[in-house]
């Protein structure tokens, strides 16, 4: 699951995250359609060679998305959606608003990470793609 084509602009920074998790693949769905340039890569987890692209192990990644961007940072949960979030709108405005609230974004992403099998999704990526999964 690449979302860059020929017209989009050049990829910064890919997405890790876990595909066979419904919400999980409802979010990155959401991402895509916001990502007007092309330049995030997303890759579920399970995905050959996905982890470690991104300088994470297979457990780091089911227990949160992971992110590395033109920085060269790997960020995790939280502080990888406001990373993924400043890259497709362009401004630095939710990883300011993160810095200002990360003990509070942090706890409701966990919260959400260990409740996601309960929150509304799709059918899964690895379901949608077996091929793709590994």
Do not use: K
């Not at 406001?82 to 706890?107: F, H, I």
């Amino acid at each position: 699951m690449v979302s860059s084509d020929a017209q989009a602009g050049p990829v910064v920074g890919r997405l890790v995250f876990d595909g066979q998790c419904g919400f999980c693949t409802r979010c990155v769905h959401w991402l895509e359609r916001i990502d007007r340039h092309g330049r995030i890569d997303l890759r579920p987890y399970q995905a050959p060679g996905a982890p470690a692209s991104v300088g994470a192990s297979e457990d780091q990644c089911g227990e949160a998305v992971q992110w590395r961007g033109p920085d060269g940072v790997r960020r995790s949960g939280a502080d990888a959606v406001n990373a993924v979030l400043d890259v497709v709108t362009g401004t630095r405005v939710p990883s300011t608003v993160y810095r200002a609230s990360a003990g509070l974004q942090e706890r409701a992403y966990r919260w959400i990470a260990e409740h996601r099998s309960h929150l509304p999704g799709v059918t899964p990526h690895c379901q949608q793609h077996p091929e793709t999964c590994g």
